[in-house]
């Protein structure tokens, strides 16, 4: 889908709601993989919309639209954690995976894989989950995901690499690769 | 149990979550009401347009009718800071206070004045919804 920059930069809601439509659920993605709270989240991704609608015309275009969404949406989740670091979204998570902790193979009969990949990949360090995700959006090279995590090159293929490596630790009680 | 899965294809299936639908309409709203509460803030705000204007005229009513007030300041208290730093600044001050052209120098200064004001209290338009959106 086509988005006119210079229709967003005069503010049309149309092209803005055109926009949203198709990247609302990548927003939300990068939000939920940081705070881990689906509540949470949704309220940090409608502020993240009113951010980057009242401030597209900071929006320099020497990197993709997406991503520069993606680094807001990023670095407002982060910063919401930082200042709730003792509170919500660690606690419920965790209370949450120990009630899903009672019997791993009852859990997988009950649900899909994928369900329980999703969940596993929520378990790794912040940093390791959002490369992650950002990286299986198939839109962003590494360097527009640098880009949006604030990082270099080398550090992003790090955490991904490491990430998908933690994974598969995670999942290699249950998971056999194809080759 | 082991399961026959392609780890990649299962990443990227997994990558985006679903986000909830009425989060468009929810943003469509916001907008809405921001655009309503601006309207309201410049009804609001537009009498204070006159501060930058006030802040002029009180200068210039100083300098114009109340010249010996001046006179004192340009001739006296700022001329003798000059003298620290530069004579021909300390002597220009206090010759202009006495000149023919005081009058024409406090008016254009006076313009001058309200001109930049205006500009510095335009810019600060946003600043000022922000100061009454959290009060």
């Not at chain 1, 309220?43 to 990197?63: A, C, G, P, R």
């Not at chain 1, 640098?146 to 270099?152: H, L, V």
């Not at chain 2, 930058?52 to 006296?76: I, T």
């Not at chain 2, 200064?109 to 510095?120: Q, T």
Request: hydrophobic fraction near 40%; include cysteine; proline fraction near 2%.
């Amino acid at each position: 889908m086509e988005i006119d920059i210079k229709k967003l930069k005069e503010k049309s809601e149309d092209e803005f709601e055109k926009f949203f439509k198709n990247y609302i659920n990548r927003i939300y993605t990068v939000v939920y993989r940081v705070v881990r709270n689906p509540a949470t989240a949704e309220d940090l991704t409608q502020e993240v919309m009113m951010k980057v609608y009242n401030n597209i015309h900071k929006f320099k275009e020497q990197s993709q639209l997406s991503s520069w969404v993606f680094r807001i949406a990023y670095n407002h989740a982060v910063s919401h954690v930082r200042r709730h670091r003792s509170t919500e979204s660690i606690e419920d998570y965790d209370a949450k995976m120990k009630n899903n902790s009672a019997g791993h193979l009852d859990y997988l009969e009950r649900e899909e894989l994928s369900d329980y990949i999703k969940e596993k990949l929520m378990e790794l360090p912040e940093n390791y989950r959002v490369a992650l995700t950002l990286y299986h959006f198939k839109e962003l090279p590494y360097q527009e995901i640098a880009y949006t995590m604030g990082i270099n090159i080398g550090t992003v293929k790090t955490y991904i690499h490491r990430g998908r490596n933690e994974l598969k630790g995670l999942l290699e009680e249950f998971i056999r690769e194809e080759r | 149990m082991k399961r026959d899965v392609n780890f990649d294809e299962i990443l990227n299936h997994i990558a985006i979550e679903e986000a909830p639908k009425e989060l468009i309409y929810k943003w469509k709203a916001e907008v809405q009401l921001q655009k309503e509460r601006k309207r309201f803030y410049a009804v609001l705000l537009r009498p204070s347009i006159v501060f930058p204007l006030v802040f002029a005229g009180f200068w210039y009513y100083f300098a114009v009718f109340k010249k010996e007030l001046f006179e004192y300041f340009l001739s006296d208290k700022l001329s003798s800071f000059f003298q620290e730093i530069s004579p021909v600044v300390a002597s220009s001050t206090s010759s202009f206070a006495s000149s023919d052209y005081y009058i024409i120098g406090a008016s254009i200064f006076s313009i001058l004045l309200a001109a930049v004001s205006l500009f510095w209290f335009c810019q600060g338009k946003e600043l000022r919804y922000s100061w009454i959106r959290n009060w």
